[in-house]
């Protein structure tokens, strides 16, 4: 049985549509890559093998199904799979529920994607709008689903840089991050930063393989940046969250805050994402200064001014 893993020679394949077959089987050849036999309670005995992680035998045995089923599944023959075995097949993997998610998109594209399509380019509502201004001393804003930046109040500005002396096209957080030295700069955990909008983007992929708007900037960014094509080829999921971000802010030097991320309803991947600091905190004087002296002060697509 041929269990060698494909050959990742750092370049991230870019067929016409992001799902198929090649989708499925390079994602369960990663997650399976990643355990460790010790991690499931096989031991190795110290023997030598060939290929990291568990091998294809190893997995079929802890999902409870044959080697030649987990064989087809993982070469891409997975319109026939129950969620029963897939169920079995993310457990074995220790899937998170994200990655469960992608896997059943993956296996099943025509059961389970989306009726709802994403249009070229999404509008905000006016309320939304109105709300955003109204979050004075926070930076939000609202992200669309291909990781584009919507909208954004006075505060988001102050932060990250006025989005709107940009074009269109560059309001996006994948661009920025990925093309643009300032926000390399402004993230001081910048790899985790590139790490969550690509595990953002891979699993918007999973539910919609057939939007050319994603193709295009997957391709885009695949040919301009060596890390992107990396992290895309790890095919790591993730959904939107909440977390803490440092960054280093030219006006008010570092700061660290909180954001929350929360899908909008009846807005098809729309999501408002609220930063925020303690009461009385470092964080939240830098934000009062940052409101004090306006948005002019950090122009967007240029370098960032030093204070």
């Excluded at 939107?240 to 954001?259: N, S």
């Excluded at 408002?272 to 004090?292: K, Q, W």
């Amino acid at each position: 049985m041929d269990d060698t893993p494909a050959a990742d020679n750092g370049q991230a394949a870019l067929p016409d549509s992001l799902g198929g077959r090649a989708e499925l089987s390079e994602f369960l050849r990663t997650r399976r890559a990643r355990l460790k036999p010790e991690d499931v309670g096989i031991p190795s005995h110290g023997r030598h093998r060939r290929v990291p992680g568990l091998r294809r035998e190893e997995l079929a045995q802890l999902a409870g199904v044959s080697v030649a089923y987990y064989t087809r599944l993982e070469q891409g023959n997975g319109h026939n799979v129950s969620a029963e075995v897939l169920g079995s097949i993310a457990r074995a993997l220790r899937l998170t529920d994200a990655e469960h998610a992608h896997l059943t998109h993956l296996a099943k594209p025509t059961q389970q994607r989306r009726k709802y399509r994403v249009p070229e380019r999404q509008h905000v509502r006016v309320a939304l709008q109105h709300l955003l201004e109204s979050m004075e001393g926070m930076p939000a804003y609202i992200s669309g689903a291909r990781s584009e930046i919507l909208a954004w109040n006075r505060m988001a500005a102050a932060l990250f840089g006025d989005w709107g002396k940009l074009p269109r096209s560059e309001r996006n957080w994948a661009r920025l991050t990925f093309l643009s030295p300032d926000y390399r700069e402004l993230f001081l955990d910048w790899d985790s930063k590139a790490s969550d909008i690509v595990s953002y983007l891979r699993l918007y992929a999973g539910q919609h393989p057939q939007d050319p708007e994603l193709s295009s900037l997957v391709g885009e960014l695949s040919v301009k940046s060596d890390e992107f094509r990396r992290l895309w080829a790890t095919h790591d999921v993730k959904e939107k969250g909440h977390g803490v971000k440092r960054m280093r802010h030219p006006l008010v030097g570092d700061i660290t805050l909180a954001y929350e991320t929360m899908p909008l309803p009846d807005d098809h991947e729309q999501y408002l994402i609220v930063y925020h600091a303690e009461p009385g905190s470092a964080a939240a004087e830098a934000l009062r200064l940052l409101a004090s002296w306006g948005t002019d002060t950090v122009p967007a697509g240029s370098r960032m001014p030093r204070p």
